[in-house]
C-alpha cells in the first residue's frame, strides 16, 4: 500500500496497516461487535431467568389443559428473556 505524500507516517486507518500480516481485521471486528451487544455472561443469565419463568408459567396454570399451560409459559419465559436483555443494555447505558 503507498503512503500518502501528505501524511508520511501514516499507517493506514487507524494507524494500522492492511498488509500487516499480523492483523486480523475480522478478530478487531468481532472485539467491536462484542463491546455494542449483551455479553455471553448476560445472554445466560437471561436464558436462566427466562427458563424460571417459564416453569413458573407453567405452575401457576397447572388447573388448565396441558397445551394452554405450556403456552402461557413460553409467552411469560420469551417476555422474560427480551426484558432482562433490555434491562442489561439500559444498565449499561448509564
Not at 500500500?1 to 487507524?14: H, K, R, T, V
Not at 401457576?60 to 409467552?75: E, H, I, T, W
Amino acid at each position: 500500500m503507498a503512503q500518502d505524500p501528505q501524511f508520511p507516517e501514516s499507517n493506514g486507518l487507524l494507524g494500522i496497516s492492511p498488509d500487516d500480516p499480523n492483523f486480523d481485521w475480522r478478530k478487531q471486528f468481532r472485539a467491536m461487535a462484542d463491546q455494542m451487544g449483551p455479553s455471553g455472561a448476560d445472554k445466560q443469565t437471561a436464558k436462566m431467568h427466562a427458563i424460571l419463568t417459564a416453569g413458573l408459567g407453567i405452575l401457576a396454570n397447572a388447573n388448565k389443559p396441558a397445551a394452554l399451560a405450556l403456552g402461557q409459559g413460553g409467552l411469560l419465559g420469551g417476555q422474560s428473556y427480551n426484558d432482562e436483555l433490555g434491562r442489561i443494555a439500559q444498565q449499561r447505558a448509564v
